[in-house]
């Protein structure tokens, strides 16, 4: 099984180093990108993703109503409170801090999967391999040039 992901966020360093997470990941797959509000929700109509990875900074304040059956993993560089209010705002089945991804994104996009991955990318290498990544610094050096 195949998880169609649509990865919104309005940073192109950050969805770049999202999908540098994915490399090698055969039960992920990226079927499209977002850069504003208005085009995560014309792709999502468009696309029908499984699963939305949606920066929660991009909302300004609106809901994200999606077609059935597609879940919204929210992430924010914010984990606080009021981060977690405007996810669950917003609908979000899940939300993850933005300097946690490393560790958490691929095990959260599986565990929102319509039907769980018959094989799982090998979950604890990536996941080890992806803290490995970020330990060194380089997922987190991605999100700090991007000013997030």
Known sequence: MCVKVLLADDAEVVRNAIR????????????????TFSETVEKAQELLPDVVIFDLHMAEGNSLHLPAGMRLLAISIANDDEAK?????????????????????????????????????????????QSDKLESGKVVEAHLSAGE
Do not use: H
């Open 85 to 129: 209010a405007i996810a669950e705002s917003i609908g979000a089945a899940k939300f993850l801090d933005k300097m946690s991804l490393a560790q958490e994104l691929i095990p959260a996009i599986l565990e929102l999967a319509p039907m769980p991955a018959a094989n799982p990318c090998g979950i604890e290498r990536m996941v080890q391999t």
């Open 20 to 35: 540098s997470l994915f490399s090698g990941c055969e039960d992920i797959s990226f079927v499209g990108e977002a850069a």
